[in-house]
């Protein structure tokens, strides 16, 4: 009995360092994509991939739960035109998470400097 037992628990002790080794792995994936042609850190992407993994109760949830909401938000974009008061908009030319932005984004910027 004490023999399946430990079995049980090295096995589920196991399948979560396998889990976790995969989130970890994703999270860096991840990051690396939003670094376009600029040098990456892995080590330290790591390092915090694997602190977030740690503390998440849920890791689904921890990294679904924003894409999600942001999916089931109504579309706004298309009303930044009606903006009439000067606004900063910070946003890189190389950013591999939102290249749509950059082009929706030039012909205001033609229209701010003209």
């Known amino acids: 009995m004490k023999d399946s037992l430990w079995s049980a628990v090295d096995e589920e002790a196991g399948q979560r360092m396998i889990k976790t ?11 690396r994509m939003l670094y ?4 990456f850190d892995e080590t330290g992407s ?5 602190q977030q993994v740690r ?7 921890h990294r679904f739960n924003h ?6 938000t109504p579309s706004w974009r298309h009303r930044l035109p009606e903006v009439q008061v000067p606004a900063l908009i ?18 205001m910027r033609s229209q701010a400097l003209s």
């Open 46 to 50: 790591r390092e915090i991939a694997v």
């Open 67 to 72: 894409p999600i909401a942001v999916d089931r």
């Open 21 to 31: 080794a995969a989130a970890v792995d994703a999270w860096v994936t991840a990051d």
């Open 90 to 107: 910070i946003h890189g030319t190389e950013d591999a998470a939102f290249p749509q932005l950059t082009r929706s984004l030039l012909p």
């Open 55 to 61: 503390r998440a109760s849920n890791i689904l949830s």
């Open 36 to 39: 376009g042609t600029y040098p």
